[in-house]
């Protein structure tokens, strides 16, 4: 199944979370923040007020509640505005 997002809206799909601490702890799946990293799978057209500025293939970084989750074929995705973008990580 084939995601085409509308107008100026992005499919994010999350980057893992980290399971080991920088100092070696191990964390339990239930102690795992939510990634707020995530790779750019595709995006919208685009609209005059809210051109596209990412493109499929960035990593990025998006407000923490922002979008809307969805699963396909057992992968789960985030459908959300370019607006929630914060930052593009190079």
Do not use: N, W
């Amino acid at each position: 199944m084939t995601i085409k997002p509308l107008a100026d809206r992005v499919l994010l799909k999350s980057v893992e979370a980290e399971e080991t601490t920088k100092s070696g702890i191990i964390l339990a799946a239930s102690a795992q923040e939510k990634p707020e990293m995530s790779e750019v799978v595709a995006v919208g057209p685009g609209t005059e007020k809210d051109p596209m500025t990412v493109k499929a293939g960035d990593k990025v970084i998006i407000s923490k509640y922002s979008g809307t989750e969805v699963k396909i074929d057992g992968v789960e995705y985030t459908i959300t505005s370019v607006k929630d973008i914060l930052a593009v990580v190079e």
